[in-house]
């Protein structure tokens, strides 16, 4: 017995509002220059700006912590999936011992595949 093979299925054509570019004054050409250049200012200021932004939050929140903590790391996601370091250790000796913690942390993660309470 013949299998028949499965025709592809037709993929609906979607009508595309494209102009056609090819034949555009040197006034038209540059316009649309101008507004592509307006465009992506306005976007490189609003980046910088959302930038500015997080790296206040990040130094705020760093302030409030290092308050109660002498050294710290923290690690996580913040709401838009961005990953986020922030690290706390003023001194030499406070980056070791936050260096043989996080070590430590790890080891147990590794080895038990959980989040310890304490070290």
């Known amino acids: 017995m013949d299998k028949e093979t499965p025709k592809p299925k037709k993929r609906k054509s979607v009508e595309k509002n494209i102009p056609d570019l090819t034949d555009l004054t040197p006034e038209n050409q540059e316009y649309i220059n101008s507004l592509i250049k307006t465009a992506t200012e306005n976007y490189k200021r609003e980046v ?13 929140l760093e302030s409030i912590i290092s308050e109660y903590l002498d050294e710290f790391i923290i690690l ?15 001194t030499a000796r406070g980056y070791d011992s936050i260096r043989d913690l996080s070590r430590q942390f790890m080891m147990h993660l590794l080895h038990n595949g959980d989040i310890p309470e304490s070290l």
Do not use: F, H, K, W
């Open 76 to 90: 996580g996601y913040t709401p838009n999936g961005r990953r986020t370091l922030i690290r706390y250790a003023p």
């Open 48 to 60: 910088s700006r959302t930038v500015q932004e997080y790296n206040t939050d990040i130094n705020n």
